[in-house]
């Protein structure tokens, strides 16, 4: 599967971005996370929405701002954030749990990956 990611740019503290990870196929059977990476640091899961009920999952700095969504029909994956803080400021990605039926909750191992997008935030 491939991915590519979009959406990111300069928003101001305070702001809203909307992530979208487009994939060549249908993501319903498979578990897609977000990640971002800021300079200097490891790369850390965001968010992840499990295949089938899409069951979704976030880190807890991301609880409350952030919403993933799926729009199956168009084989996008979004990720909403709102509330932004310069601390969000990352390259963020997404990527697929390539196993069919795969979900968050089972330890997913995120094997197909798009390219990052940059999010900055900053007045």
């Known amino acids: 599967v491939q991915l590519q990611a979009s959406g990111g740019g300069l928003v101001q503290p305070g702001g809203s971005l909307r992530l979208s990870c487009a994939a060549s196929?249908?993501?319903?059977?498979?578990?897609v996370g977000w990640f971002r990476q800021a300079p200097g640091t490891e790369r850390v899961r965001v968010s992840c929405?499990?295949?089938?009920?899409?069951?979704?999952y976030y880190a807890a700095y991301a609880q409350g701002r952030f919403t993933m969504s799926r729009d199956n029909t168009k084989k996008t994956v979004f990720l909403q954030m709102n509330s932004l803080k310069p601390e969000d400021s990352a390259v963020y990605y997404c990527?697929?749990?390539?196993?069919?039926?795969?979900?968050?909750?089972?330890?997913?191992?995120?094997?197909?990956w798009g390219q990052g997008t940059q999010v900055t935030v900053s007045s």
């Open positions: 990527a697929v749990d390539t196993t069919y039926g795969s979900s968050c909750e089972s330890g997913p191992i995120f094997r197909a």
């Open positions: 929405i499990s295949s089938g009920d899409g069951s979704t």
């Open positions: 196929r249908t993501l319903d059977y498979n578990a």
